[in-house]
């Protein structure tokens, strides 16, 4: 039973574009959703986050919504850049839960020069 | 530095051996994960834990045991029952007593049955 779903494996944009990152989710305990990159063989870095009360959050090149009543979240990254190339994955804390917190599969994001 | 330190960064185990994979974090966090990755199925979470004392089974706990008797650590223990063990394991924690959502993680270790 996938919490946190991230359709679509991989991604490829053109530098200077727009890179839209989706995720749904499954869960209404959810109370945070968070954003992260990783590079192969490294931790994930965190990217931004936002609150189930809020639906924006900006921070730089990075801006996440959040559509509460059809479970969807997306991050744009404007403009993409090829330092962006990496996977990212989308989080959601299970405020209900201890606090669990669960992954999605992960986007693999290509910028091409 | 502050920050969460796994180790080792490479392990090598026989079939049938218990080994011990170290998370230490000096940032004064309160709850502490362990996460498996392996190709194409993002990250999966083993056992997590919000206080000293106390931990709960995540989604793929089988195979797998942790303790948290002190508040920086959190070892995970992959034994010989794991069917599948090689894969790259995460720890990362939360300081929700400050309020924080965020995780930090650590680099990960790269366990490899041979």
């Known amino acids: 039973d996938q919490q946190v779903k991230q359709n679509s494996p991989s991604l490829s944009v053109q530098e200077g574009r727009i890179s839209i990152l989706n995720c749904d989710y499954t869960?209404?305990?959810?109370?945070?959703f968070l954003w992260y990159k990783k590079y192969p063989a490294e931790g994930p870095t965190f990217l931004i986050s936002?609150?189930?009360?809020?639906d924006k959050n900006e921070d730089g090149r990075f801006t996440v919504f959040l559509n509460k009543s059809a479970k969807h979240l997306s991050l744009h990254i404007v403009p993409s850049q090829p330092g962006d190339s990496a996977v990212y994955f989308c989080a959601a804390r299970d405020g209900g839960s201890n606090y669990k917190l669960t992954f999605g599969k992960g986007t693999l994001l290509t910028v091409n020069p | 530095d502050g920050g969460i330190t796994q180790s080792p960064k490479y392990l090598f185990r026989k079939e049938g051996q218990n080994v011990t994979l170290s998370c230490e974090q000096n940032?004064?966090?309160?709850?502490m994960y362990w996460y498996r990755q392996d190709p194409g199925q993002g990250l999966r979470l083993i056992y997590y834990s919000q206080i000293v004392n106390d931990f709960q089974k995540g989604d793929i706990a089988e195979g797998y045991s942790v303790s948290r008797e002190k508040k920086e650590s959190f070892p995970l223990t992959v034994t010989s029952a794991q069917k599948n063990p090689t894969a790259f394991y995460l720890c990362a924690s939360i300081p929700y007593q400050a309020g924080g959502t965020e995780a930090f993680f650590g680099q990960g270790t790269r366990l490899t049955v041979v």
């Open positions: 936002i609150s189930s009360i809020k």
């Open positions: 869960n209404s305990m959810f109370d945070y």
């Open positions: 940032l004064n966090h309160d709850a």
